[in-house]
């Protein structure tokens, strides 16, 4: 196991994981480009219905690095999955790894403000790639196309919107930070952001000025949860009812 016991996790998590592998039914692939290889976990839900599916990406924290191709599912997976079984809704879900020694993002999380890079991390620009191939190999509905992303995820899910802001519907953030000067490029992307209050890892202004700074630039779909005398962990919160997925599948992207 590659795996290692951080904020993001805990020994029981880590055991279990595998066994989420069967219950879930998740499949276990590799998407490669340039020489390069990302591991991804793909689940198909509710795939004999009729229709376009949706798709939904979700990048991991630093707690789930590595290349074991499991580690990653151990928060995200079995909610997200029984949500769209529950409700009928047929989606592609996909759980890309980073592997260790790399980020999604190469920034510092604890820093109060950030400039993007002007290009892409190497796995951030697999992730990219990957999205673009389900794209292609799905056909899925273009108005529902949805990021999410906890940590270091939080930052890849900003920074993956905005270098794809034709294409996202809506992400939902947590713990994560973005640079506001992009705010403007986000206008038509929806977003639900939630942070800690307290969080000793990513500093909670980098939501605060994200939020203030969406709205600024005129985008109305912004919604902002900050939790009074959590630390970093906002995902369980998020995971703990339907609210929050709730929101990110209703929302619709204007094809006009």
């Given at each position: 196991?590659?795996?290692?016991?951080?904020?993001?996790?805990?020994?029981?998590?880590?055991?279990?994981?595998?066994?989420?592998?069967?219950?879930?039914?998740?499949?276990?692939?590799?998407f490669e480009a340039d020489g390069h290889t990302l591991p991804y976990c793909q689940r198909i839900t509710c795939g004999n219905s009729p229709g376009e599916p949706v798709l939904a990406v979700f990048l991991h924290g630093i707690g789930s690095v590595g290349h074991d191709n499991f580690l990653q599912i151990r928060i995200p997976a079995a909610p997200m999955v029984r949500y769209c079984e529950n409700r009928g809704i047929k989606a592609v879900l996909l759980f890309p790894q980073c592997e260790q020694g790399y980020q999604w993002v190469n920034v510092p999380w604890n820093s109060r403000s950030h400039v993007m890079p002007e290009v892409p991390s190497l796995f951030q620009s697999l992730a990219m790639g990957l999205v673009r191939a389900k794209i292609t190999e799905f056909k899925p509905d273009l108005r529902r196309i949805y990021g999410l992303g906890i940590s270091m995820g939080g930052y890849g899910i900003w920074d993956m919107a905005c270098r794809m802001n034709d294409l996202f519907a809506a992400i939902a953030v947590m713990c994560g930070g973005a640079d506001t000067s992009q705010a403007p490029n986000l206008r038509h992307v929806a977003a639900f952001l939630i942070h800690g209050a307290d969080d000793s890892a990513v500093p909670v202004l980098r939501a605060r000025?994200?939020?203030?700074?969406?709205?600024?630039?005129?985008?109305?779909?912004?919604?902002?949860?900050?939790?009074?005398?959590?630390?970093?962990?906002?995902?369980?919160?998020?995971?703990?009812?339907?609210?929050?997925?709730?929101?990110?599948?209703?929302?619709?992207?204007?094809?006009?």
């Open positions: 196991m590659n795996g290692k016991i951080s904020i993001h996790n805990s020994a029981a998590e880590m055991a279990e994981t595998p066994e989420l592998i069967r219950t879930l039914q998740i499949q276990q692939l590799a000025d994200m939020f203030e700074a969406m709205r600024r630039a005129g985008n109305p779909d912004v919604v902002y949860r900050e939790l009074p005398g959590v630390n970093h962990n906002v995902w369980d919160p998020f995971f703990a009812d339907d609210k929050g997925l709730d929101w990110l599948f209703a929302q619709r992207r204007s094809l006009s």
